[in-house]
């Protein structure tokens, strides 16, 4: 009778994984992902540094672009797309300077920072705060000059 009993389970048994397959199998899916997320996470960062490096040297050109044909520097990143309010400067003007209608965030989502400094070193400051997005560290900081 017990034979009989046995062999009407196994006609109606259906293979499957075992509780122990499952948390085997999930552990090593854990196992992996803590090896690959990180190294994603790499990548990604570097995607963006890279993004922002080749915006902020387009953006150094239209600047460079802007001086040469107005004889000064933008007061802000805006002049490169719109006309100036300075009739003289105006006139000069031969922009849009850069294709976007507006000023482009940088791939943190943050606004790219320039200003204007004619007693320093450099004309002008340009950079985004990278990652951290509020300035600090500012070894985080990706400058024109610095590329």
Do not use: C
């Not at 009407?8 to 997320?37: D, H, N």
């Amino acid at each position: 009778m017990d034979e009989t009993l046995h062999k009407q389970y196994a006609r109606y048994a259906k293979p499957g994984m075992t509780f122990i397959e499952i948390v085997i199998v999930l552990a090593i899916i854990a196992i992996m992902a803590t090896v690959v997320v990180p190294n994603l996470m790499t990548y990604v960062n570097s995607s963006k540094k890279s993004t922002a490096k080749s915006t902020l040297q387009a953006f150094q050109g239209a600047i460079n672009m802007f001086n040469v044909h107005t004889g000064r520097y933008p007061t802000s990143l805006n002049e490169l797309i719109k006309k100036p309010s300075d009739e003289r400067i105006a006139k000069k003007w031969e922009g849009p300077y850069i294709k976007q209608k507006e000023i482009p965030l940088d791939p943190w989502g943050e606004r790219y920072v320039y200003k204007v400094t004619p007693q320093a070193e450099n004309p002008y400051e340009l950079y985004s705060y990278g990652p951290d997005g509020r300035g600090a560290p500012k070894a985080e900081w990706i400058s024109v000059w610095d590329l």
